[in-house]
């Protein structure tokens, strides 16, 4: 009978048993190993047949005396090419008894050098948190949001592994809210919540202006009510500056009605509104593109009411109202905007003493709150009086004022408004000899327009509103430059450089009022920029004045300043024609300026616009030669102008525009086998660390709307 050896650990017995095969230096020890190689080194061999060793019942004596090894020594030569585990091979292929386990698989990757090595601690003193925290504010204020998170999560946590505090939570998150990065926020919120720190107020309030501020406002408005309804179940408390922040989400990403629910928290916990909240709330009614200026007028007049005074962004936040919404039906506006004060003011004003006592019991707190709610409730009702009023009512309104206006003696065509602002106001006449001093002073016209931002105004002097179209229409129901200026000066609100560029784009074009606003600049002291300059030609560009847009440059060199990518992109506006754009092109490359996307874009639109694919053909050579990708907009561009009209037939009748529209076609299709179009980046790319950007992709292609890429 054949005998197995088996192999044990040297044990005490070593000086009693000899060694199978020695020790052979540089090699690794292995368990199972090839026949001709003998047994492990530091393993001793032992027989199981009972003529080579008696392992019981036998003469412990005869053990002791070695009778094992002499055993051992005689198989030694008859059993010489047989090795442990040889026997199994007969009976099973199966080699390895043992389960691998991904602890088993990741050493073994790193013994291959698969992965990066692990960093190793920091020696020397360690830096504090509030180092730290200092650290980060500096970056993120330098606008290196990715430094700064690469610097609390390897930095601190890993090397040093310093134990973070609140502050350093926080700031992080602000910085991650001022750009938009929802996710990596909450992340850090999460982390923060998992480590013990208790948030602050501090850290709630960039928590929302994080959602307020994503790219992807559904998502940023949900991720917002949640932590509301979290903190509601909490019992937080929260103050003024993380309402206003909670009110910039809803500004932002839903609508009035929902800052209007928000306002009334604010009221009810016994907050005092500020100019800061109702500026949120004309960012709300900016949204509405159709009724949004009505809704700003509305606003403005209760936060006067309120004793409010507005501040210098405030007053942008009209005329942006002005420049980018409409008035809505102008019945229901004559009805809400011209209604005297005293019908609405005591239902509408917030008592003071109410705002600022404190409740002291339930019953008292209770009924307060009720009488509070109750005025914000009217406040919302007169913003959305149309959807509570029947059409016949609005329908019989306009009959009476219409009715009013035929009754008064005075006729309504006043030369200072009706003829300058066609449709702006109607007001009562004036005797001839004001309005021949109104068309000698150009002041005195402007301090005669009624302003709807001043509570003093007289009812009686305005009968309606007319239809007020354009954005130099609604700047006269302001009180134009010169009024609106004036209220400024009354509110000790200073106007600056963001002011008068939004008073150029609002001006009519080729008035006095545009050409008194350099003027209005250095009266005001108001250093003038490249984008208020910008403004004006794009004015003159959008209505083809090319000359009129160019006559802007000498103005522009001569306050020391010069033109950027912006200003040449708007004068590319207004190259309709093809030697116009061509010339263009070649004065930037004279002047050593690469035309980018957005100067061709202009340029293809001008050419789409004329129906000019010679011009086409020239404006993608020239993009081919200076090698500037296609973005998603060209491409649109491109796509509907390679396009045959609907009712094309070229067999029918002569086309004169479109004879050439085979030629580009063929160009262009070749064209976009050559060009490498460029790929929208994503909104958090840059701030990404390196560590987790392949963990964010993944993650966000699963996660993302189908509207979000």
Not at 625 to 652: G, H, S, T, W
Request: glycine share 6%.
């Amino acid at each position: 009978m054949r005998s197995v050896r088996l192999l044990a650990p040297l044990g005490p017995l070593a000086s009693r048993c000899r060694w199978a095969a020695p020790e052979q230096p540089g090699k690794a020890p292995r368990l199972l190993r090839p026949p001709g190689q003998g047994p492990l080194p530091g393993w001793r061999p032992f027989s199981s047949s009972q003529a080579s060793c008696k392992l019981a019942g036998g003469d412990p004596g005869e053990r002791r005396a070695g009778s094992c090894a002499e055993a051992a020594g005689e198989e030694e030569e008859e059993d010489e090419g047989v090795e442990f585990g040889t026997l199994s091979d007969k009976f099973s292929s199966r080699k390895f008894y043992h389960k691998t386990t991904s602890r088993f698989q990741n050493l073994k990757l790193q013994e291959e050098g698969e992965e990066e090595p692990e960093r190793k601690l920091r020696r020397g003193p360690k830096n504090t948190p509030y180092w730290y925290f200092l650290k980060c504010k500096a970056l993120i204020r330098d606008d290196k949001l990715a430094e700064a998170l690469e610097l609390f999560e390897v930095q601190m946590l890993k090397e040093e592994r310093v134990w973070p505090e609140e502050s350093n939570y926080t700031v992080l998150i602000g910085g991650c809210g001022r750009v938009g990065y929802v996710k990596k926020a909450f992340r850090l919120y999460n982390d923060m919540k998992k480590r013990g720190l208790t948030p602050t107020e501090a850290t709630y309030t960039a928590l929302f202006n994080a959602c307020a501020e994503s790219p992807w406002k559904d998502s940023g408005l949900q991720s917002a009510l949640k932590l509301r309804q979290q903190l509601k179940s909490k019992n937080e408390e929260l103050n003024l500056i993380t309402y206003h922040a909670l009110l910039k989400v809803c500004a932002l990403c839903s609508g009035l009605r929902m800052c209007f629910d928000v306002l009334k928290e604010i009221v009810q916990k016994g907050h005092i509104p500020t100019a800061e909240t109702f500026s949120f709330l004309l960012m709300s009614c900016i949204k509405d593109s159709k009724n949004g200026f009505r809704y700003a007028l509305q606003v403005w007049k209760q936060m006067t009411e309120l004793g409010i005074k507005a501040n210098s962004h405030t007053y942008n936040l009209m005329l942006r109202a002005a420049r980018d919404c409409g008035i809505g039906d102008p019945v229901v506006a004559s009805e809400l905007l011209l209604r005297p004060t005293h019908e609405n003011s005591s239902q509408l004003r917030l008592a003071p003493g109410r705002q600022k006592e404190k409740v002291k019991n339930q019953k008292k707190g209770s009924e307060s709150a009720a009488a509070v709610q109750l005025d914000v409730e009217a406040m919302e009702k007169q913003l959305f009086w149309e959807s509570s009023v029947q059409p016949e009512e609005l329908i019989q309104q306009q009959n009476k004022d219409m009715n009013r206006a035929e009754t008064e003696p005075a006729a309504l065509d006043s030369p200072s408004v009706a003829r300058s602002r066609p449709g702006a106001l109607m007001r009562r006449g004036q005797n001839e000899m004001e309005q021949e001093q109104a068309r000698l002073s150009q002041k005195q016209r402007f301090c005669n327009l009624p302003n709807l931002l001043d509570a003093r105004m007289p009812d009686a002097a305005v009968v309606s509103l007319g239809t007020v179209a354009t954005p130099s229409d609604r700047l006269a129901l302001m009180g134009d430059v010169e009024g609106f200026l004036s209220k400024m000066k009354e509110d000790n609100a200073e106007p600056n450089i963001k002011t008068f560029t939004l008073l150029a784009d609002l001006v009519e074009p080729q008035s006095p009022s545009e050409s008194s606003l350099l003027a209005l600049l250095d009266e005001h002291k108001v250093k003038v920029d490249v984008t208020f300059f910008n403004t004006l030609i794009r004015k003159k560009s959008k209505q083809g004045d090319l000359e009129g847009a160019k006559s802007m440059l000498p103005a522009l060199v001569k306050r020391g300043l010069s033109p950027n990518l912006q200003t040449f992109c708007n004068l590319a506006i207004a190259c309709h024609q093809e030697k116009d754009g061509l010339q263009l092109l070649t004065d930037l490359k004279r002047s050593g300026v690469t035309p980018n996307k957005y100067i061709y874009s202009a340029l293809i639109a001008a050419a789409v616009r004329q129906l000019d694919y010679s011009y086409l053909t020239e404006i993608l050579r020239d993009m081919r030669n200076n090698e500037v990708p296609p973005n998603e907009v060209i491409i649109r561009q491109l796509e509907f102008a390679a396009q045959y009209p609907p009712k094309f037939d070229r067999y029918k009748s002569k086309n004169t525009y479109l004879e050439k529209i085979d030629g580009f076609r063929g160009y262009y299709y070749r064209w976009l086998k050559v060009m490498a179009g460029e790929e929208t980046p994503h909104p958090w790319e840059k701030y990404r660390t390196v560590k987790r950007a392949v963990d964010d992709k993944k993650e966000e292609v699963a996660e993302e709307q189908p509207g979000q890429k």
